[in-house]
């Protein structure tokens, strides 16, 4: 008879659990599957029921890039804030005017924070020439994620190294991108007949003023 606790040769033995999108833990880097580690975009993918990969077709090519791109910049302790994007980033792809509206918003955030870099920052490293819509979201997203190195070179990089203040301007900015949605016919509307009426309303202002 077999000890206790020691398992008969004729018993099967206990498949290892698949990985969920509830047991996984972000990493850097692309996968070949679904393992104890996915990259941010990966984790969508499962979340949507797509064939795993890091490019899911449900998520705005502009986000995906850009959490991406992020997702492997960011050091181990801050890359867990970004577990709500898998399922927030979910259903963003809508169609490419969106896509490019997304796209400008990013550029122009990230185009203001190289503009407002120090001396020091100016000297040991050049601004990058800012990228068009039209240069693909990869190009985009590394301007964007560039951006947060505000000091040094290649060399001198050092994995999330900015302070928490940016880390959460940029989750602000993908919260940003997120929540944008496609501009419908009567939005258009209103919003021309709000400036009539603000055109209307100033030259009243102005003479009651006097």
Same mark, same amino acid.
């Given at each position: ?36 580690? /996915? ?22 090519? /502009? ?26 980033? /979910? ?53 964007? /994620? ?65």
């Amino acid at each position: 008879m077999a000890r206790t606790g020691t398992p008969s040769p004729h018993q099967t033995p206990t498949p290892a659990p698949t990985p969920s999108y509830q047991t996984v833990r972000l990493g850097p880097g692309r996968h070949k599957g679904p393992g104890a580690v /996915v990259c941010i975009m990966e984790l969508a993918s499962m979340l949507a029921g797509e064939r795993f990969s890091d490019r899911p077709k449900t998520v705005c090519a /502009v986000i995906a890039a850009l959490l991406r791109a992020y997702n492997d910049e960011l050091d181990d302790q801050r890359r867990p804030d970004l577990y709500r994007y898998a399922s927030d980033s /979910v259903g963003t792809r809508i169609d490419y005017r969106l896509q490019n509206r997304r796209a400008s918003t990013a550029i122009g955030w990230a185009r203001v924070r190289y503009e407002t870099r120090g001396w020091l920052g100016r000297v040991l490293r050049r601004s990058p020439e800012v990228p068009r819509c039209e240069d693909g979201p990869d190009h985009i997203a590394e301007y964007v /994620v560039g951006s947060l190195f505000r000091e040094g070179r290649g060399w001198l990089r050092k994995r999330g190294g900015w302070s928490d203040e940016t880390h959460a301007s940029l989750l602000a900015l993908i919260d940003r991108l997120i929540a944008m949605g496609p501009r419908r016919s009567i939005d258009l509307v209103l919003m021309a007949l709000a400036e009539q009426v603000q055109d209307a309303v100033e030259p009243e202002r102005a003479l009651t003023a006097a």
